[in-house]
């Protein structure tokens, strides 16, 4: 199985920083046919199921703020929140879809300083 | 409105089995590739299981294989997950979970509120 691994496992920003998030996979998951990166990013807010924010590495999902960005490519991915609002306080996951199974990473938690 | 409601769950002593089901609305139901994922309370996000559209192919995690069938009811726009010889380690919220893609992609893009499965005696 692939793991995922993010860093750090929880970070504080104050509203309007910059929040940057880590994945780490243990085998690329780009896909050397198509040029794909089998990555997503989701949102969970506390109480609520989690929401896809980005797919395929840096596609962002309808309805998604802009301020949310993810890059990278192979093992090493980001997530940019560029401009932390209060609504963004949730824990994040990363997840490959390279191959089966699907994993996530463990987590990481954001705040507001 | 893409809608997934979950219901089945509950507490159940070790050993025992639960059926859980997924009522999907608001999207062509037979059309989608579905899948359970589950999380343990306070903890990551495991995925459980997937079913292709027509409900001839399905995938388990090594975890849950040969204790859970996962199912569908296309007429009745209702997926299912049967549970058996649960294990205390099995305690988590199932979700169920549409696929991003008409192709099977393994990215889910609606999640339902969840049901709580607790093993326990």
């Known amino acids: 199985d692939i793991v995922m691994t993010q860093s750090p496992d929880s970070l504080a920003v104050s509203l309007g920083e910059r929040a940057t998030i880590n994945c780490k996979s243990s085998?690329?998951?780009?896909?050397?046919?198509?040029?794909?990166?089998?990555l997503a990013w989701y949102q969970q807010k506390p109480g609520q199921p989690p929401k896809l924010l980005i797919y395929?590495?840096?596609t962002r999902e309808s309805g998604v703020p802009d301020r949310f960005s993810g890059s990278g490519s192979g093992t090493d991915f980001t997530l940019t929140i560029s401009s932390l609002q209060a609504e963004d306080v949730a824990v994040y996951y990363c997840?490959?879809?390279?191959?089966?199974?699907?994993?996530f990473g463990g987590g990481t938690k954001v705040e507001i300083k | 409105e893409v809608q997934l409601v979950e219901s089945g769950g509950g507490l159940v002593q070790p050993g025992g089995s639960l059926r859980l089901s997924c009522a999907a609305s608001g999207f062509t139901f037979s059309s989608y590739w579905m899948h359970w994922v589950r999380q343990a309370p306070g903890k990551g996000l495991m995925w459980v299981s997937r079913?292709?559209?027509?409900?001839?192919?399905?995938t388990y995690a090594d975890s849950v294989r040969g204790r859970f069938t996962i199912s569908r009811d296309n007429a009745k726009n209702t997926l299912h997950l049967q549970m058996t010889s649960l294990r205390d380690e099995d305690t988590a919220v199932y979700y169920c979970?549409?696929?991003?893609?008409?192709?099977?992609?393994?990215?889910?893009?609606?999640w339902g509120q969840g049901t709580l499965v607790t093993v326990s005696s």
């Open positions: 085998q690329s998951v780009l896909y050397n046919s198509n040029k794909k990166n089998y």
């Open positions: 997840q490959h879809y390279y191959s089966t199974p699907p994993t």
């Open positions: 395929w590495a840096s």
């Open positions: 079913i292709n559209s027509d409900g001839r192919s399905f």
């Open positions: 979970v549409r696929d991003l893609g008409l192709v099977a992609t393994d990215c889910f893009d609606y």
